[in-house]
């Protein structure tokens, strides 16, 4: 039975069926693209700029800079890049950061959750619907005949429907669930990664590094001015 016969069978309610299984699979097809991307490249950004950040801020903001295409990259870019901040303003702009970039890693879950949803209650329709139509054409004296044999096909034919809208919608939860898995994954790795560079900040912040490579960056930029009045 090829695609046109199933659609033809299974009734009207195929077609929104198909609509909706074309927009899992390509949200499925994108996000899996996405995640394939994140975790290749994101335990190298995170342990390099963890690495760099103790012995060089400047070199580690560039390192997180060069990995901003990633969502790792941009969390721990959104702290590097504040001029020497306070401890307190350091760890709000990853938490908000850390917010923003989950929030993005959510996309395409409101098509999924919707098909979930809606795909079943579609195939179920059609089978309904199926039914009526079946069972409209049978008349009492016509029971145990022959004259039931296409009823019963028909009634057959009316499950498609439900079938087809059960497997659109187990396979789109199945994916759903696997995404979901690896959001709370990357939740647990930018918590790590920001506690670890939050406290690498606070220590070096506490000696007095940060705020003395402030103090001679300003004196830097304020020589020139101070050499032209003279």
Do not use: C, H
């Amino acid at each position: 039975m090829n695609i046109g016969e199933l659609l033809d069978k299974g009734g009207l309610t195929m077609y929104p069926l198909l609509l909706l299984s074309v927009l899992a699979v390509g949200t499925v097809a994108e996000r899996l693209w996405f995640w394939s991307k994140v975790f290749l490249k994101e335990r190298d950004i995170v342990s390099r700029v963890l690495d760099t950040a103790p012995r060089d801020w400047k070199a580690a903001k560039e390192i997180a800079r060069q990995g901003r295409e990633q969502p790792i990259g941009r969390f721990l870019l959104s702290a590097l890049t504040l001029e020497s901040p306070a401890p307190e303003i350091f760890q709000l702009a990853l938490e908000s950061s850390a917010d923003e970039e989950l929030a993005n890693m959510r996309r395409g879950d409101k098509i999924l959750e919707g098909t979930i949803t809606i795909a079943p209650l579609l195939g179920l329709l059609g089978t309904v619907s199926g039914l009526i139509e079946s069972l409209s054409s049978i008349r009492i004296s016509d029971l145990g005949t022959q004259a039931t044999t296409g009823v019963t096909l028909g009634i057959g034919e009316s499950l498609i429907s439900t079938a087809t809208g059960l497997i659109v919608a187990i396979v789109s939860l199945s994916f759903y669930r696997l995404f979901q898995a690896f959001i709370s994954n990357q939740a647990r790795t930018f918590r790590k990664s920001g506690n670890d560079l939050e406290l690498m900040y606070r220590q070096a912040w506490a000696a007095g590094s940060i705020a003395a490579s402030a103090d001679a960056a300003s004196d830097d930029s304020t020589k020139p001015a101070a050499q032209s009045g003279t």
